[in-house]
């Protein structure tokens, strides 16, 4: 279930980088300002009825811990909030990084990878500032899963175990080229073979991928 919006999010990052509070002052050195009056005012109003934030004595706004509990809490698992974050939209590495106030990058990275390689998650390449930047989208199998994992309780959810077709494949050819027991024609037939299937499945995935975005 999609707990925030885009404005959402983006009030309750600058909140998080304020401490959990934010005030006047914080909207107006951010990208919020660009938003108008307007609509900030309506975003707030909606995030105090969802009892995300709060209001202070001196006009400023606190975080609850139902907002933090959406992508700030460290006991949901880091690939879950990074599926919860992409509901919300689609984000750069560092995008994600940031957002969810990661240190170390390379966590990022190498969820995002599995994340990838499950299918919960795609990149979707795009120019920005003039130049091509990786771009993680969620996909529906990625809605899914996260779905099922809150239902079972995110503090105690785990990614699903078990390697990925593909490199499940991957590891068998590495079996075979290292076998002793058989000879090099017979690696050489076998390794054609599963070559192919390899890219039967990449293809697969391929018109999935472009399936989708025509669906979009």
């Known amino acids: 279930m999609r707990l925030l919006g885009t404005i959402d999010l983006e009030i309750l990052h600058v909140a998080v980088a304020n401490g959990g509070t934010i005030n006047e002052s914080h909207m107006e050195d951010s990208q919020l300002k660009r938003l108008g009056v307007g609509r900030i005012l309506d975003a707030l109003a909606s995030l105090r009825d ?30 879950a909030r990074i599926l919860r974050l ?84 991957d590891d068998i050819s590495g079996m075979i080229e290292e076998s002793q027991t058989l000879s090099s024609e017979e690696k050489r037939m076998i390794g054609g073979k599963i070559s192919g299937l390899r890219s039967m499945l990449e293809e697969s995935t391929a018109r999935d991928t472009s399936r989708h975005d025509q669906d979009k």
């Open 50 to 79: 969802r009892d995300m934030l709060v209001l202070n004595r001196d006009g400023s706004f606190l975080m609850t811990d139902a907002a933090r509990n959406t992508l700030w809490n460290d006991g949901i698992p880091l690939w």
């Open 86 to 169: 992409l509901e919300v939209r689609p984000c750069s590495p560092v995008e994600i990084s940031t957002i969810l106030q990661v240190q170390e990058h390379d966590e990022t990275y190498g969820l995002l990878d599995e994340l990838q390689k499950r299918r919960f998650i795609m990149i979707t390449p795009q120019i920005r500032d003039g130049r091509p930047e990786k771009i993680y989208e969620i996909l529906p199998e990625g809605i899914d899963r996260l779905a099922k994992s809150e239902g079972a309780g995110l503090s105690v959810a785990r990614m699903p175990s078990g390697p990925s077709v593909l490199g499940t494949i």
